[in-house]
């Protein structure tokens, strides 16, 4: 191991010269802060799966989202570290690293991306809609989407919003219908219309719990949404959803929906 390499557990705000062999498990999709800064962020993970958030701020986006792709290795040298308060924090980490055009961030080529602990709090959708859901408003599923609505304007909170329905199902055959709003529509819309229709897996994270109209889940800043994690679940669960065709998909959206609506009327 190289003069001053460190896992993420050892770096915090007084650490000098630093550096970090790190994999990108995951890419969460740009927000727009109420002042109108963009911020990106992303999660990392070290040789042991520890992770820390990676936040870019303003111009530096799209230098460093170019560089930054999902699932590739690098060593990251003295990016700035700063402390999270924990309402703000998306993983379990009191820190977080601020990247900028001028870190030092140096790619491995075909290095082998640690991904032991990029599933990690994954909730089977039948126990959402039990009583032994957990006490969370992060949930994490593994699913296909089987079906989407398209964008639509709704009124919430005074103002005009937009959002947009996708349903998926998971391995043991049950359906939950997942909200995205408004910016969100715009950035993962299209990629989940297109995890639809090629049958891909997508992981998602850090999920909110709705009882309106039904239980659901909601997108927020900090979901995000990767499709095909190049794990076994994964891989497992695609041959599963590619050994339906499109009519036994629609069928199960057919009968839970009749299921749920009948569930309701008899409550």
Known sequence: MEHNTMLIPQINIRTKN????????????????ATGLRIKRYVLADDE???????????HIP????RLQLFTVHKITNAQVRFVETQYRIVDNQYQWVLQRDTLIRPIPDAVPNLSN??????????????????????EIMGAVIA?????????????????????????????????WDEMTDSQGPL?????????????????????????????????????????AALNFKSWV?????????????????SRSKQRVDE
């Open 148 to 180: 989407y609505e398209d964008p639509t304007n709704v009124v919430a909170d005074g103002k005009l919003k937009k959002i947009q329905r996708f349903t998926f199902v998971d391995m043991e055959m049950i359906l939950i219908c997942i909200t995205l």
């Open 118 to 139: 990029f599933l990690n709090n994954l909730t089977p959708i039948s126990v959402i809609f039990s009583n032994q859901r957990p006490k969370t408003n992060n949930f």
């Open 49 to 59: 799966g520890i992770q820390v958030s990676a936040t870019i701020f303003g111009s």
């Open 18 to 33: 630093w550096t970090c062999r790190i994999t990108i498990i995951e890419d969460i999709s740009i927000l727009t802060a």
């Open 242 to 258: 590619e050994s339906r065709t499109d009519a036994e998909l629609r069928s199960m959206l057919v009968d839970q929906s009749l």
């Open 192 to 232: 989940l219309m297109e995890a639809s229709n090629s049958k891909a897996v997508v992981v998602a994270k850090r999920l909110g719990f709705s009882t309106y109209n039904g239980t659901s889940l909601v997108a927020r800043n900090s979901t995000s949404f990767t499709i095909n994690p190049p794990i076994e």
């Open 63 to 66: 230098i460093l989202s170019q």
